[in-house]
Nanobody, 121 residues
């Protein structure tokens, strides 16, 4: 069972930047699509960006042009560079496969702790 540890979040002013990192406990080379998700206060979890093994990526319309997802299979790590941050980007950000990894023990999708991103003046 692969696990993900997200890091890099924090408090940033509007217009600022952050780079999130996702360290996987196992190999991600066999995972076709890795992704970043987020859950804003009072909202459902949503997919923000995904990246395929070949490096191609796509993004939610709300972040397109501002966020960049990348992966380093040799390091079992996925990154999310966030520029021009807006207050609307405030959320807990999670890393996972797309579709998410299923946890037999939890009888549902596996999610790590995530990393909090707060955009505020």
């Amino acid at each position: 069972q692969v696990q993900f540890v997200e890091s890099g979040g924090g408090l940033v002013q509007p217009g600022g930047s952050l780079r999130l990192s996702c360290a996987a406990s196992g190999s991600i080379s066999s995972i076709y699509a890795m992704a970043w998700y987020r859950r804003a206060p009072g909202s459902q979890r949503e997919l923000v960006a995904r990246v395929l093994n070949g490096g191609s990526a796509n993004y939610a319309d709300s972040v397109k042009g501002r966020f960049t997802i990348s992966r380093d299979n040799a390091k079992n790590t996925v990154y999310l560079r966030m520029n021009s941050l807006k207050t609307e980007d405030t959320a807990v950000y999670y890393c996972n496969a797309d579709p998410p990894v299923y946890s037999v023990n939890a009888k549902g999708d596996y999610w790590g702790q995530g990393t909090q991103v707060t955009v505020s003046s």
